[in-house]
């Protein structure tokens, strides 16, 4: 077979320019490559950051520490009405144990009962577990303790003095009944007998201290 020359010749300028133009895409997709990373520099290799680290660097925090509110009892005392409360309404509902707890704490209060919790509560015949043998089989349950505190900061019933198993007490005012105790009031009816009676004295001092200036009065004229 033979080949001419010029054929020969056609190829081979052929195969320069196709390599031609390849070393110049090639340059030109290096160029690029090269712009690209000037105009985005590579980052440093980021070291690892130690937990421990950090911590030695913020600043310290202590723990939120929850202050307990300024009772107006002392823990001895709040444990004593909570004592009483379990032995006095153990199987109540929670809110016949707030008003168990709220009687003792409204006859503190009261003028008419003693101003001590000790005294109100070892008043004599007035809560019925400190007078039976049940009161030694109780003791000091810290949800008792925790509702003793919550009615300190805020009563549900400033009324009630009294309470009974079954029926009202005779010396209060009927309020309501919860569960098995039936809550009383102080008896305003007393109440106000005690004030009639105290305004009558007042105005009989009175009226006798009157009497006895008009006749001093009188005595000194003649």
Known sequence: ????????????????????????????????????????????????VIMADLLMESPDLEPEVKKEPDYPLTQEEID??????????????????????????????????????YDVIYQPNQFS????????????????????????LERTNYDCVFFMAGGYSKYGEPLFQECCHYFSSYDRKENIKMKA?????????????????IAVLSGGKE
């Not at 006859?107 to 003693?114: A, E, G, K, L, Q």
């Not at 009676?197 to 200036?213: E, Q």
């Open 197 to 213: 009676l105290f305004s009558y004295i007042l105005s009989t001092m009175a009226g006798l201290c009157l009497v006895g200036g």
């Open 129 to 152: 577990v400190m007078w039976n043998s049940r009161l030694e089989r109780c003791y000091v349950m810290p949800e008792i303790v925790e509702l003793v505190k919550e009615e300190l």
């Open 1 to 48: 077979m033979h080949i001419k020359p010029r054929a020969i010749a056609t190829v081979l300028c052929m195969i320069f320019f196709i390599g031609f133009a390849v070393c110049g895409v090639v340059r030109s997709t290096d160029k690029e490559t090269s712009e690209i990373r000037q105009s985005y520099p590579v980052l440093a290799e980021a070291e690892p």
């Open 80 to 117: 004593l009405i909570a004592l009483v409360t379990m032995g006095e309404a153990e199987g109540e509902t929670e809110l016949g144990k707030r008003l168990v707890v709220d009687t003792i704490l409204n006859r503190i209060d009261h003028p008419s009962f003693p101003d001590t919790v």
